[in-house]
């Protein structure tokens, strides 16, 4: 159920691509412009993220730091005090009901904190949280955003190709030009735009696809045990490579094929000024 599900949100990057501007703001409360009200306003990232899994009935999250992102945790904390001054003083009943919304949502769900102390790679960040989670959960990077095609929140698209195909795994891919810098898949296509998967690597030399992976997914926690072996080997490992022991187990895993057009990554320069190109011409709507 998406209800009882939580949501792994990992920030504790560095975003040295994204220097000298992430010295003083972390990527992930980079802003994207977006339609509220018929007005085009900024909105962080995270922010977004926030909106469209909480949309997706998802109400216990763990947010992932660093120690030197606590500006995010600050972001993720209502302040009641600036409405009313935003109110009462400015008289700014606009921006006012922006923030209101958001602090509103704030206040319904539950966040827990966990920091990741050296930065060891994306595998060991979602694996701080393993103490907090029950079941099912969702990963999801504090970087990456898909733009709703014709209405459908992405996330609730991931849960229901989960649940059409009976599937233990389900995750984002896209097709890229230079799959090296990413982990690809092998897999058949099964239905428009799925594909059940056969194999993944992580930053092929020589890739077997160019189905790229998002780290968006929605998995089971059986995930974490296998990425606490992994790190008790004591050698390197990503967690795809988790991903992919699971799926030498049996577990059954499918990926969600995204249009580009749609796929919002501010994780490089020239990424984030595609992302803000992207979403002129597709507006993001709260």
């Not at 009943?93 to 966040?111: G, P, S, T, V």
């Given at each position: 159920m998406k209800e009882s599900a939580t949501a792994v949100i990992p920030v504790a990057g560095l975003g040295t691509r994204m220097l000298p501007l992430t010295k003083a703001l972390p990527k992930e409360l980079l802003p994207l412009p977006v339609e509220y009200r018929g007005r085009t306003v900024l909105i962080p990232l995270l922010h977004l993220i926030l909106i469209r899994l909480y949309n997706a009935g998802i109400r216990k999250y763990v947010v992932v730091l660093s120690r030197n992102?606590?500006?995010?945790?600050?972001?993720?904390?209502?302040?009641?005090?600036?409405l009313k001054y935003l109110r009462e003083v400015e008289g700014k009943n606009f921006e006012a009901d922006l923030m209101e919304e958001y602090y509103k949502m704030l206040d319904n769900i539950r966040i827990t904190y966990v920091y990741q102390l050296?930065?060891?790679g994306f595998g060991d960040a979602i694996l701080q949280a393993k103490k907090y989670i029950e079941g099912d959960f969702i990963i999801h990077p504090g970087d990456d955003f898909i733009i709703d095609v014709e209405g459908e929140n992405y996330i609730e698209r991931l849960f229901k190709t989960r649940d059409k195909y009976d599937a233990d795994i389900a995750l984002y891919i896209e097709e890229v030009?230079?799959?090296?810098?990413?982990?690809?898949?092998?897999?058949?296509?099964?239905?428009?735009?799925?594909?059940?998967?056969?194999?993944?690597?992580?930053?092929?030399?020589?890739?077997?696809?160019?189905?790229?992976?998002?780290?968006i997914y929605l998995t089971k926690?059986?995930?974490?045990?296998?990425?606490?072996?992994?790190?008790?080997?004591?050698?390197?490992?990503?967690?795809?490579?988790?991903?992919?022991?699971?799926?030498r187990r049996g577990y059954k895993i499918v990926a969600v094929?995204?249009?580009?057009?749609?796929?919002?990554?501010?994780?490089?320069?020239?990424?984030?000024?595609?992302?803000?190109?992207?979403?002129?011409?597709?507006?993001?709507k709260i």
């Amino acid at each position: 159920m998406k209800e009882s599900a939580t949501a792994v949100i990992p920030v504790a990057g560095l975003g040295t691509r994204m220097l000298p501007l992430t010295k003083a703001l972390p990527k992930e409360l980079l802003p994207l412009p977006v339609e509220y009200r018929g007005r085009t306003v900024l909105i962080p990232l995270l922010h977004l993220i926030l909106i469209r899994l909480y949309n997706a009935g998802i109400r216990k999250y763990v947010v992932v730091l660093s120690r030197n992102k606590e500006s995010i945790k600050n972001y993720l904390t209502p302040d009641h005090e600036y409405l009313k001054y935003l109110r009462e003083v400015e008289g700014k009943n606009f921006e006012a009901d922006l923030m209101e919304e958001y602090y509103k949502m704030l206040d319904n769900i539950r966040i827990t904190y966990v920091y990741q102390l050296e930065p060891r790679g994306f595998g060991d960040a979602i694996l701080q949280a393993k103490k907090y989670i029950e079941g099912d959960f969702i990963i999801h990077p504090g970087d990456d955003f898909i733009i709703d095609v014709e209405g459908e929140n992405y996330i609730e698209r991931l849960f229901k190709t989960r649940d059409k195909y009976d599937a233990d795994i389900a995750l984002y891919i896209e097709e890229v030009t230079d799959p090296r810098h990413y982990g690809v898949i092998i897999g058949s296509k099964i239905g428009t735009n799925i594909y059940e998967v056969e194999d993944l690597v992580e930053k092929p030399e020589k890739p077997p696809s160019n189905l790229a992976i998002t780290a968006i997914y929605l998995t089971k926690m059986d995930i974490m045990s296998e990425m606490e072996t992994l790190k008790n080997l004591g050698a390197k490992w990503e967690l795809v490579d988790a991903v992919r022991n699971l799926l030498r187990r049996g577990y059954k895993i499918v990926a969600v094929k995204i249009d580009n057009r749609y796929r919002i990554d501010v994780g490089r320069p020239s990424e984030y000024i595609k992302s803000i190109e992207k979403t002129l011409k597709n507006p993001i709507k709260i």
